[in-house]
């Protein structure tokens, strides 16, 4: 252990600023990316289910629609 | 020899491979990060000249590394999508360029954090940090101009060609401390195993290394399922995947 206590880990001999705002930046980079990558993951799962049911129903209707001509 | 890959040309059979790897990468990635950043902050010796600021290091050379290294990769899968018309490469360039982007934006920043309490200044533009910085533009082209084509195919191809121009930039930025006076000092770590710095300050560092390494397979694996998703809506697979889920 480099520091006697926890004020003097924060402030890390005046370079505690430097040192946060790195390890800030890079944390808040790699999170939002997880974030957005997680979320348009579902999105397209979502969006492709949707999709399908909407074919399904189309294509019900459509034999429906048949089978009432007959 | 090679048989064994061939299997993997199917996109099903890639996705249910990437599934299963990809909580592992994260394990792994969470794991590293924690001990490694802990070691880094809490345990490694300040440097004798930079002081305390010097344990940016753990994170701006990883980051920095992994930036080229990523490039060099997303360069040769977008030659091969080009030459061999991998759908799958096409797929996995897609994938990486937003990692590549985020590895690069962490370096340029980190450096200039990192540079006002070393050099007084956050910018300056020497060789080093200009090439970096081309770099970054040359990863969010490459994420541009997938998303600038209605046409999926079409636009891996522009992207494609952009990575493989690109990666002229990569050499230049890897020697640039040694073919320009820069402010930027050199490399410390020029081979693995043989660092220009003692081992309780080197050790730490292949800890945070491996830990990007990971996180950033965990990333671009999560990408990469959802590229695959997205270009196979219409195949059956995809159906039965998608039906299985809730929702």
Redo the contacts between chains.
Sequence with gaps: ???SNFAE?IA?????F??W???G??FA??VI??LF??A??HA???H??R??NREKKLKQAALEQNQGKR | MWKWLHPYANPEKTFHLTEKLTPWFGYLAMILLAVG?TWA??????DYQQ???F??FY??VP?AILSLSVYVAMAIIAFSALVWQLKLADASVAAIA??GA?LT??AL??GA??G??TWGTWWVWDARLTSQLIQLFLYLGVIALHNAFEDKAQGSKAAGILAIVGVVNVPIIKYSVEWWNTLHQGQTVTQIGKPAMTMDMYLPFVVCLFGFVF?ISW?IC??F??EL??RN?TRPW??DL??Q?E?
Excluded: C
């Design positions: 252990m480099q520091f880990f890390m001999d005046g370079h505690g430097y040192v705002l790195s390890y930046f890079t980079i790699f990316l997880a990558s997680n348009r993951h397209t799962l979502a492709i289910k999709r399908y | 950043m902050l809490l345990f490694v010796p300040p002081g305390n600021s344990r940016i994170i701006h980051s937003p990692v985020a934006a962490v920043f980190t954090a990192w006002k309490p996180l990333l999560l990408r399922k959802t998703l997205e809506a995809v159906k998608v039906n889920t929702k």
